[in-house]
């Protein structure tokens, strides 16, 4: 057995604290598993005197990067310092020092991922990245390994805790935007800035990672369509549920005819669509594959402890291949020529929540409008909303219809002098893997 294999842990924060605690917890299995024991060598920090919990006691502390990418006696780095720079930095210089990585970074692998495995392959290095996406959950192996028979047609996920916290509450206890995000913040499920999660910023970095993976070509977070939370109302959930929906942020990538459309947005799914009972902080994945069909892969999509089980298995893979002295495999390939879809061209059914006056003669008009954009009607709520009885809330679902003409039939909408709002716009998924 080789006496041990150094790590060099790149954040010490909560996932890196985990980390820490994990590896000295399973000191044994890892050993077992792997060959060899692995220890902490160095671990880097911004601030080495900031005050740390006891799981720093005992690690060797630095606010140098180079204590760790220039020492010849540390193979594996293991980034958990988040954003894109300097981690980005850092990971490409631990590559070309000719380290192993694991990074549980997604920002830096759905901005740079192809670039950095393409990079490592060619150092001969492993550059693994399974904690990137949900968590504890085990997606990026199944993706690249025991799925690699598949042509992969759909991804469909919730891979964003904190919001999937936030419209679980909304919808079960009838909570408005602002209340359950205050409350997610206190709960120290969402950052004091939640954009990233709330705009659907860090599940497109994900969806990115995941539509990459899954098609083999690359999809940049940039090429995801994206809308946020924020716009829902408890008016939303209450019409979902008379409707027999749920509402979820869905990340979801399909590839049609060599085109792929990317987006994370809410979404009306029936109640009885897998994901539809995915509540809470828990995430899940559910792939379409030729020869598998359906698989789907659930879990806590984030926290120390289930992201140090991700971080850990991408561990004992290259502490193994070091032990046994293996080649890394081959990166995926990035290599189908297809194209990125709009959201323009979607074609799915909608739900449109409108404020217009209750007078005779709107509905018509609003069915003109709708209509002359072939937007045909599925179904129609209409209910008072003022005792006065002058204003009324109309909701529509519609059948089957694109984006671009729902997006410029509701633009007429908000023009005609009877509809005072358009108050949302959410896109419904009926298909069912
Ligand atoms: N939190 C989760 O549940 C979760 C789940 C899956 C993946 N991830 C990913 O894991 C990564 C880490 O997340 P986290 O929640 O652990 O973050 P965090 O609590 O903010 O910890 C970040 C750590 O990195 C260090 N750091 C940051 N910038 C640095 C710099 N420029 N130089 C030196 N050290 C620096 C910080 O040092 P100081 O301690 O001195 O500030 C801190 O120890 C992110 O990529 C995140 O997306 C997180």
Request: aromatic share 4%.
């Given at each position: 057995m080789a006496d041990h294999i150094s790590i060099g842990l790149m954040g010490l924060g909560v996932i890196g604290a985990g980390v820490a605690t994990a590896v000295r917890e399973q000191a044994h299995t890892l050993a077992q598993r792997i060959g060899a024991?692995?220890?902490?060598?160095?671990?880097?920090?911004?601030?080495?005197?900031?005050?740390?919990?006891?799981?720093?006691?005992?690690?060797?502390?630095?606010?140098?990067?180079?204590?760790?990418?220039?020492?010849?006696?540390?193979?594996?780095?293991?980034?958990?310092?988040?954003?894109?720079?300097?981690?980005?930095?850092?990971?490409?210089?631990?590559?070309?020092?000719?380290?192993?990585?694991?990074?549980?970074?997604?920002?830096?692998?759905?901005?740079?991922?192809?670039?950095?495995?393409?990079?490592?392959?060619?150092?001969?290095?492993?550059?693994?990245?399974?904690?990137?996406?949900?968590?504890?959950?085990?997606?990026?192996?199944?993706?690249?390994?025991?799925?690699?028979?598949?042509?992969?047609?759909?991804?469909?996920?919730?891979i964003n805790g904190t919001t999937n916290y936030m419209l679980t509450r909304m919808a079960t206890d009838g909570l408005d935007y602002a209340t359950v995000l205050r409350e997610a913040q206190e709960l120290g499920y969402a950052e004091p800035d939640p954009a990233a999660d709330v705009d659907g910023v860090d599940a497109a970095f994900k969806l990115a990672i995941l539509a990459s993976l899954a098609f083999r070509t690359v999809v940049r977070d940039t090429d995801v369509f994206r809308e946020g939370i924020s716009r829902l109302a408890p008016e939303d959930f209450w019409y979902a549920e008379e409707l027999g929906y749920v509402i979820k942020l869905l990340a979801t990538a399909r590839q049609t005819d060599g085109r792929v459309l990317a987006r994370v947005h809410p979404a009306f799914l029936p109640i009885s669509h897998p994901l539809a009972k995915v509540d809470g902080v828990y995430n899940?994945?559910?792939?379409?594959?030729?020869?598998?069909?359906?698989?789907?892969?659930?879990?806590?999509?984030?926290?120390?402890?289930?992201?140090?089980?991700?971080?850990?298995?991408?561990v004992v893979a290259i502490g193994r291949a070091i032990v046994g002295g293996v080649r890394p495999a081959q990166p995926p390939l990035f290599d189908e020529a297809l194209t990125i879809e709009t959201v323009d061209n979607l074609e799915t059914k909608y739900y449109i929540r409108l404020r217009a006056s209750d007078r005779p003669g709107v509905m018509a008009q609003v069915t003109q409008v709708l209509g002359d954009l072939d937007v045909s009607l599925a179904s129609v709520i209409q209910k008072e909303v003022d005792e006065s009885g002058k204003a009324a809330e109309i909701v529509i679902t519609t059948h089957v219809a694109r984006e671009a003409d729902v997006q410029q039939a509701l633009k007429q909408l908000s023009t005609l002098d009877s509809v005072d709002e358009v108050s949302n716009l959410i896109r419904v998924e009926e298909r069912i893997a």
């Amino acid at each position: 057995m080789a006496d041990h294999i150094s790590i060099g842990l790149m954040g010490l924060g909560v996932i890196g604290a985990g980390v820490a605690t994990a590896v000295r917890e399973q000191a044994h299995t890892l050993a077992q598993r792997i060959g060899a024991p692995v220890r902490i060598d160095r671990a880097l920090v911004r601030d080495v005197r900031s005050r740390r919990s006891a799981v720093a006691e005992g690690l060797s502390l630095t606010a140098d990067a180079d204590d760790i990418l220039k020492n010849p006696n540390i193979p594996l780095v293991i980034e958990v310092m988040g954003g894109e720079y300097p981690a980005y930095d850092h990971i490409s210089a631990a590559i070309a020092a000719g380290k192993h990585v694991v990074t549980a970074n997604k920002e830096v692998m759905a901005k740079h991922g192809p670039e950095l495995l393409r990079a490592a392959a060619d150092k001969g290095v492993m550059l693994r990245f399974e904690a990137s996406v949900g968590g504890g959950i085990p997606i990026i192996g199944p993706l690249l390994d025991d799925l690699a028979a598949n042509d992969i047609s759909a991804v469909n996920a919730i891979i964003n805790g904190t919001t999937n916290y936030m419209l679980t509450r909304m919808a079960t206890d009838g909570l408005d935007y602002a209340t359950v995000l205050r409350e997610a913040q206190e709960l120290g499920y969402a950052e004091p800035d939640p954009a990233a999660d709330v705009d659907g910023v860090d599940a497109a970095f994900k969806l990115a990672i995941l539509a990459s993976l899954a098609f083999r070509t690359v999809v940049r977070d940039t090429d995801v369509f994206r809308e946020g939370i924020s716009r829902l109302a408890p008016e939303d959930f209450w019409y979902a549920e008379e409707l027999g929906y749920v509402i979820k942020l869905l990340a979801t990538a399909r590839q049609t005819d060599g085109r792929v459309l990317a987006r994370v947005h809410p979404a009306f799914l029936p109640i009885s669509h897998p994901l539809a009972k995915v509540d809470g902080v828990y995430n899940a994945v559910e792939l379409e594959g030729d020869l598998v069909d359906w698989a789907m892969f659930q879990g806590p999509g984030a926290g120390a402890r289930p992201t140090a089980s991700a971080i850990l298995a991408d561990v004992v893979a290259i502490g193994r291949a070091i032990v046994g002295g293996v080649r890394p495999a081959q990166p995926p390939l990035f290599d189908e020529a297809l194209t990125i879809e709009t959201v323009d061209n979607l074609e799915t059914k909608y739900y449109i929540r409108l404020r217009a006056s209750d007078r005779p003669g709107v509905m018509a008009q609003v069915t003109q409008v709708l209509g002359d954009l072939d937007v045909s009607l599925a179904s129609v709520i209409q209910k008072e909303v003022d005792e006065s009885g002058k204003a009324a809330e109309i909701v529509i679902t519609t059948h089957v219809a694109r984006e671009a003409d729902v997006q410029q039939a509701l633009k007429q909408l908000s023009t005609l002098d009877s509809v005072d709002e358009v108050s949302n716009l959410i896109r419904v998924e009926e298909r069912i893997a």
